[in-house]
């Protein structure tokens, strides 16, 4: 690593804030550093500063309740979210989808919230949080506010935090606990490795919903479609949707092609 830093590590979201808000534009939070040191490293992000939120005790809520649904908070790892019931029980897709990110080293240190705030169209938390309605709670010293996923991600690595802002948590409505669930992830090994594509289905009430990943700038949600509806006309919804591109992982043919395969699939292994 030739990118010298300020590291800072504040004992409380109040303290994160303040030096996010002193040296804001110059500043990076680091989580689990899975994305953010290899950036620094290969020189894509050069931040004179650098914010270890891991001591705040605060970030690390990991709860759920019926009224109020999934709380994950910004230093819970995709292994302590899979490791906790009520999402096994509960969140059927977000179980499916944790484990197919990366492998169980990376897990140990990856978190759901910097999957979503580097926002890669291939990352596995956003397809699956599209489907379930997720929220994310947004803190800076003055304010705190509450942008739907949807809202969050604006294109490739791009999202609406601003620079002296934090994720505290990601909300998961309880509208969607217990749904039927699956995901499908298209990789060029059998092992861990980037989603070429990937693609989530949520089913409740009658209805279900169709996440999609690496097939669009951003994460894709599906306008809802009642159980019985014909596979084509879903996967004709998806073509419209979609817009993938050739890179050194699959060509768009491959892409919007394995899309369609994978509607299917689901679609039949969820009932739906
Ligand atoms: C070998 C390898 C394999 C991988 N495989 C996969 C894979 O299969 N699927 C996949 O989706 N990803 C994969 N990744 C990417 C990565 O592991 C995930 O995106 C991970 O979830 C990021 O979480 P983190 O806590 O490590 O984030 P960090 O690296 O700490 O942060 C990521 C970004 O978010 C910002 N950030 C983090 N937390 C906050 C916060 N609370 N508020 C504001 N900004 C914040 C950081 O400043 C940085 O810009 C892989 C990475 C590696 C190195």
């Given at each position: 690593?030739?990118?010298e830093?300020?590291?800072h590590a504040?004992g409380?979201?109040?303290?994160a804030l303040e030096v996010?808000?002193r040296?804001?534009g110059?500043a ?5 550093g899975t994305d953010l040191l290899?950036n620094?490293?290969s020189?894509?992000s050069?931040?004179?500063h650098?914010?270890d939120?891991?001591?705040i005790?605060?970030?690390k809520t990991?709860?759920?309740?019926g009224?109020?649904g ?11 979210m ?7 029980e ?13 492998t169980y080293?990376l897990?140990n240190?990856?978190t ?8 890669s169209?291939?990352g596995?938390?956003s397809?699956?949080l599209l489907?379930l309605?997720?929220?994310?709670v947004?803190v ?5 506010r509450?942008?739907s996923?949807?809202?969050?991600i604006t294109?490739?690595k791009t ?7 934090l994720?505290?948590e990601i ?6 606990a ?11 090994i ?11 289905l ?7 919903r169709v996440g999609i990943?690496s097939a669009?700038?951003t994460?894709l949600l599906?306008?809802?479609?009642a159980?019985g ?5 879903v996967?004709?919804?998806?073509a419209?949707?979609i817009s993938?591109?050739?890179d050194?992982r699959?060509?768009?043919?491959y892409?919007a ?12 292994e969820?009932?739906?």
């Amino acid at each position: 690593m030739t990118h010298e830093f300020s590291y800072h590590a504040p004992g409380s979201p109040a303290e994160a804030l303040e030096v996010l808000e002193r040296h804001a534009g110059d500043a990076a939070v680091l989580s689990g550093g899975t994305d953010l040191l290899v950036n620094i490293r290969s020189g894509l992000s050069k931040p004179s500063h650098v914010v270890d939120i891991k001591q705040i005790p605060e970030l690390k809520t990991l709860n759920y309740d019926g009224k109020n649904g999934l709380t994950i908070g910004a230093c819970v790892t995709v292994n302590e979210m899979l490791a906790y019931e009520p999402v096994a029980e509960s969140y059927a897709v977000l179980q499916a989808a944790g484990e197919e990110l990366a492998t169980y080293q990376l897990r140990n240190r990856a978190t759901p919230v910097g999957n979503i705030v580097t926002a890669s169209p291939c990352g596995d938390m956003s397809s699956p949080l599209l489907c379930l309605d997720a929220e994310v709670v947004v803190v800076s010293s003055n304010n705190t506010r509450r942008v739907s996923l949807r809202e969050f991600i604006t294109g490739v690595k791009t999202t609406v935090l601003a620079p002296n802002e934090l994720v505290r948590e990601i909300v998961v409505p309880p509208t969607y606990a217990g749904a039927e669930a699956g995901y499908k992830k298209l990789k060029r090994i059998k092992g861990h490795d980037l989603g070429v594509i990937a693609v989530a289905l949520v089913k409740h009430s009658g209805l279900f919903r169709v996440g999609i990943s690496s097939a669009a700038p951003t994460p894709l949600l599906l306008p809802e479609f009642a159980v019985g509806t014909s596979p084509e006309e879903v996967q004709d919804a998806a073509a419209a949707a979609i817009s993938p591109i050739d890179d050194v992982r699959c060509t768009k043919e491959y892409r919007a092609f394995m899309v369609g395969v994978y509607i299917e699939r689901l679609m039949s292994e969820v009932g739906a």
